[in-house]
Each structure stands twice: as C-alpha cells, then as structure tokens.
C-alpha cells in the first residue's frame, strides 16, 4: 500500500516519462509539480514507490520510469480521462459524417482514432446476430456480369461482381430481383439461406441458372458477414515509438496482424465506465506484453462490438481514453440514426 501523495507522484512521474521519455528524478517532480513539500520527502515516496514495483530505475541514473504495474494504477486511478478539445470534438462529427454504409463509416473511424491518438486504430465489425436483410438489389453491368447488393437494416452495404455464363436480360432480372426481396426482407441473416434456396423453383424455367447464380452468391456473402472482422488503420505510427519496444517492433507488428487473436483480447476485456484498458504484461499471452490497448464498446444494430487503440505501453492513457470514449460514444450515436 502507498499513501495518497505517493500516487499523485506516481501519476506526475507517468505523466512526465510519457512526455518526455526520460526518467524522472525527484529535483524535476518539485520544479515541475506544486506539491509543497521537499525533495528529500518526494525520493522517500518513490523509495515507497519502488519498493512496491510500480516504479524503476532503468540504469545508474537517478530517475525513474513507470513499470507495467505502475501504469496499471495511474490508469485505476485516472479519475477522469482528459476531455477533448471543442475542436477535436468537431474533428470527429466532420470525419464521420453520415455514413453512406458500414464498411465507409468504419474505414473512418480507424483513420480518425489514429490521427486523434498516434496509435495504432482498431474497429470491431458489430455481430449479424440480430441483422435482417433490408433489401437486395441486382444491378445488370453487360450482357454477362451482374453485381449483387445485400442491404442489411444495420447498415451494412455487401456487394460482389458476378461472371455468369447466362445471359442477362432485364425482365429476368426484375422477376428475380422481386422473388428474392419477397423471399427474404426481414429475415435475420442465420434465417435467409433456407429462404434463397426455395427461389429457383418459384422461377420461371429459363431463368432458373440465373437464380442459381444470384442464391449461390447470397449465401456466400452471407456466410462472410457471420465472420468477426477488424478494420485497422495506422500501424505507421509504431515506428513513431520504436525506441519504446525493446524487443523490436516486428513481433508486434505479426502480432497484430493476426485477427483472431486480437478479436480474442478485445472479447476479454472488461469494459467499464464506457473505456478499460491492458497493459503491458497483461497482454502477453496474446505476444503483445510490450504494448498497451485501450478500448471502449459501440452499438451497431442492438449489437455491442469493440473498438480501441494498441500502442507502447509508454501512452498517454488519459487523452487514449478521451478519444476512445468519444469516438465510441459518436458512432452509437450515428448508427442508430442511419
């Protein structure tokens, strides 16, 4: 246990190192910080600090540097994550926008989330558990080539290019088009394939291989939409912070690559007040231990999914959660109005 001034030094030591990246020795605490006290009483409480491991000497010097366990109670006790600027909260309504579908309004949100934090931006694909489909739209493109659109009520947009040895005719199209939407508008996805499957016989026979094709192709598109998927967006920003990954960046780099993995690390975080954040050795399970994420939840569909960022553990955690908490909070918000 350490005393109530002992944390605030620990919270003016995280604060200083993440600035500066340099150890923090007590003459800079008293020249930087009103603490009203003496030197000597500031080296005594990072001695207490030290003794319980929250706080490192890196080399000979005389400063110290947070440690894993140090960052994990500067963020217990961060009482309130820094607030946005009037204009970085303005930042976000412009970036986002009104989305035009899903994939578009995601691929923003990782972009925005970067350029807000520094970090690498993770955005989690909401569940199409609870998804029903709004509308499919066949779009003839020539005499062989059809696109197919599966419109679903959260928002999101499918689509793929078909190569069909049919050729294509506009009144065949319309027919199909209407016996595919009848068959299928408001059906929660896990439901539809049964659905498609009974088209081709309600078709008249020459249009048949055409609504094989066009069943063929929503049931595959409908199988990737159950697939978990994160949207990823400013990995260049590690190499920022190299210096802070003793081990090199590249095991981190083919950590996050992997999907699966970091898809599991976001399912088992705790997400309180909105934001939770893993640090440092708590992640090493998944070959992250050198870096910290912090994450918040978004509600897509009545579904919650997860998004966050994953940088050095050497973050500012206190603007990290801001934006984070925000974007979060704005992307609810935007996709409950489209």
């Known amino acids: 246990m350490v005393s109530e001034r002992s944390v605030e030094v620990l919270k003016a030591i995280v604060r200083d ?34 003794d319980e ?30 607030p946005l600027s009037s204009a970085q909260r303005h930042a976000i309504e412009t970036f986002l926008g009104a989305p035009n579908d899903l994939d578009e309004v995601l691929g923003r949100t990782v972009r925005l989330l970067s350029q807000l934090t520094n970090q690498v931006a993770l955005v989690q694909y909401p569940s199409m558990v609870r998804a029903r489909v709004q509308h499919i739209e066949l779009v003839r493109l020539g005499d ?14 499918e689509q793929r290019v078909v190569e069909t040895d049919v050729v294509l005719d506009e ?22 394939a049964p659905a498609l499957r009974a088209v081709p016989q309600q078709i008249r026979p020459d249009a048949q291989p055409l609504a094989g094709v066009v069943v063929a192709t929503l049931i595959e598109q409908l199988a990737a939409n159950r697939q978990d998927r994160l949207v990823m967006a400013g990995a260049a920003n590690l190499a920022k912070s190299e210096q802070d990954f003793s081990g090199g960046l590249f095991p981190v780099l083919e950590a996050i690559e992997e999907q699966v993995t970091l898809l599991r690390l976001f399912g088992e975080m705790q997400i309180d007040d909105g934001v939770a954040a893993r640090i440092g050795v708590e992640n090493a399970e998944y070959g992250l231990d050198a870096t910290s994420i912090v994450a918040g939840g978004y509600l897509a569909g009545g579904e919650v999914a997860r998004l966050g960022v994953l940088g050095p553990t050497r973050m500012d955690y206190g603007t990290n959660m801001a934006a984070v908490r925000a974007v979060a909070r704005y992307l609810s918000k935007l996709l409950g109005e489209h």
Not at 18 to 31: D, H
Not at 173 to 183: P, Q
């Open 171 to 192: 009144a065949g199209l319309t027919e199909l088009r209407a016996v595919v939407n009848g068959a299928t508008v408001g059906l929660l996805l896990q439901d539809v």
């Open 17 to 50: 190192y993440v600035a500066s990246r340099e150890p923090v020795g007590s003459k800079t605490i008293v020249e930087r910080h009103a603490f009203g006290v003496s030197a000597a009483t500031i080296r005594n409480d990072m001695a207490q600090l030290e």
């Open 53 to 82: 491991q929250l706080i490192a000497a890196p080399h000979t010097s005389s400063g110290r540097v947070p440690t894993d366990k140090g960052y994990r109670v500067f963020v217990d006790h961060l009482a309130g994550a820094r």
């Open 144 to 157: 062989n080539r059809l696109m197919v659109v599966l419109i679903t009520d959260t928002a999101r947009v």
